[in-house]
């Protein structure tokens, strides 16, 4: 079964630090990665898409992509409180969009 | 505007009812999807419908029926609600299936309370 797997948290990082989201998933055939925030009570919104190995930065946030590796991060620079979050992570398997469990992710004034 | 709507935000209702929750979203998507998401905060997909088609339809207890009377919505449909079935319901489309570049929009949420 195809997985993607992210760590849980809550991860708590400092205002202005850089942190730092990690996900791996299992289908070595995956094209297509996503990052979604969530709030809480709130509905997932994208944040960032990558498709390519590498990194991917757009303002405070950057994706990076090692398909040999099979993970998918996010870092967020100059954390702000408001970036206080979910993360969840959904890799395109086969037409299929496949959900991690999301990062809790706490950034401490 | 709102471009994927879903009501009612809220439902709290007695083991064994039937309910429906609606979606309409408005930005012209071929593809809409029920998600469900549970208090592990697991997004899991329920079912997408492409062109009033189905398409995926994960194992998923036939209590729950999608119904589409066009492209433009896709309702979900409740019978014998047992206690399990509380969670949040999130309706979704996409321009296309889940293809490079498609971007998910989110409905807001209906948040289900079985009693």
């Known amino acids: 079964q195809k997985e993607v797997e992210q760590n849980s948290g809550p991860l708590s990082v400092p205002e202005g630090a850089i942190a730092s989201l990690n996900c791996t998933y299992s289908d070595r055939g995956s094209q297509s990665f996503f990052w979604y925030r969530q709030y809480s009570g709130k509905s997932p919104e994208l944040i960032m898409s990558i498709y390519s190995n590498g990194d991917k930065e757009d303002g405070r946030f950057t994706a990076q992509l090692n398909k040999a590796s099979q993970y998918v991060s996010l870092l967020i620079r100059d954390s702000q409180p408001s970036d206080s979050a979910t993360y969840l992570c959904a890799v395109n398997s086969n037409y299929q969009l496949i959900w991690g469990a999301g990062t809790k992710l706490i950034i401490k004034p | 505007d709102t471009a994927v709507s879903q009501t009612p935000k809220y439902l709290v209702t007695q083991m064994g009812n039937d309910k429906s929750i609606k979606c309409e979203q408005n930005l012209g998507h071929d593809t809409m999807y029920w998600y469900k998401q549970d208090s592990k905060k697991f997004l899991k997909i329920m079912f997408s419908y492409n062109n009033k088609e189905l398409i995926i339809n994960e194992t998923v207890p036939n209590r729950f029926s999608p119904k589409s009377p066009d492209k433009a919505h896709l309702n979900l449909h409740i019978n014998s609600l047992e206690l399990g079935d509380s969670a949040v319901y999130f309706c979704?489309?996409?321009?296309?299936?889940?293809?490079?570049?498609?971007?998910?929009?989110f409905g807001e949420g209906s948040w289900l309370t079985v009693v």
């Open positions: 979704a489309s996409s321009q296309e299936l889940h293809r490079t570049g498609n971007t998910i929009y």
